[in-house]
């Protein structure tokens, strides 16, 4: 699965685990590079030698996604280091269970930071390189929450739908660049995402998705003819909605 795949670079963020890692691995595999963009130096590490030994380039990117002042200066500093980047892959968030009325607005602000705010930073951060090469494929990872009424799920639902409206306006406003624009929405997946303090969830987790399944789908959509574009895909777990 080349398609010129193996001149292509890419910036995935959340790289050091879940969605984000089977979507770095993927993309090694099918000659892509890769700048791998997450908290955790240890573990992004794990992941660049993974992708290095299938014979791409691969680099880490330590950067805080929610020190969002901070994003966009980190993604273009990463386009200077790595070299111009074909596709984005905003793949970071963080889950947030609670009812609406006891969201804290910090806890609130915080979910919409790094589910969001992060995104567009990352975007206008690749924009202008993109634009300069007349091409480029962003792909936006948001959820099946971002169009269901889930109870607890709120402020992390608000800022999936923000991602599926951004993604929306922003393939309309870059078309006529040369950039797509996609949004992946998935359901439930099997990831760390369950096990940290955020969340409290009690779902069976054995008939989740898998990450690769997911990163399969991403790559595809990557790896589209340019003539052709997927504007949203949802992909469930067979088992549906937990």
């Known amino acids: 699965m080349s398609l010129n795949s193996s001149q292509q670079r890419a910036i995935i963020t959340g790289a050091s685990s879940g969605i984000g890692k089977a979507t770095a691995l993927a993309f090694a595999k099918a000659g892509i ?4 963009v997450s908290r955790s130096q240890d573990k992004l590490e794990e992941v660049v030698n993974a992708a290095l030994a299938v014979g791409v380039k691969a680099r880490s990117y330590p950067v805080d996604l929610a020190k969002i002042e901070e994003v966009k200066q980190k993604i273009e500093e990463i386009v200077q280091d790595f070299g111009s980047i074909d596709i984005l892959v905003n793949n970071a968030g963080i889950g947030y269970t609670n009812s609406l009325s006891d969201t804290s ?30 091409q480029g494929t962003i792909i936006n990872v948001a959820s099946c929450a971002a169009n269901n009424a889930f109870p607890l799920w709120g402020a992390y639902s608000v800022s999936k739908a923000g991602i599926v409206a951004f993604s929306k306006v922003l393939a309309a406003e870059e ?3 040369g950039i797509r624009v996609m949004t ?40 589209l003819p340019k003539e052709a574009v997927i504007d949203e895909m949802t992909i469930m777990p067979s088992a549906g909605a937990l």
């Open 33 to 36: 590079d890769v700048a791998l």
């Open 105 to 134: 607005l910090t806890h609130w602000q915080q979910v919409m930071d790094i589910n969001l705010t992060s995104v567009f930073q990352c975007v206008l951060g690749v924009l202008p390189q993109m634009r300069q090469q007349g």
């Open 175 to 177: 078309r006529a660049n």
């Open 184 to 223: 992946i929405s998935p359901g439930s997946v099997n990831t760390p995402l369950w096990d940290t303090e955020t969340v409290q969830a009690d779902f069976e987790r054995s008939v989740m998705l898998h990450p690769e399944t997911v990163a399969q789908a991403i790559l595809q959509a990557a790896l």
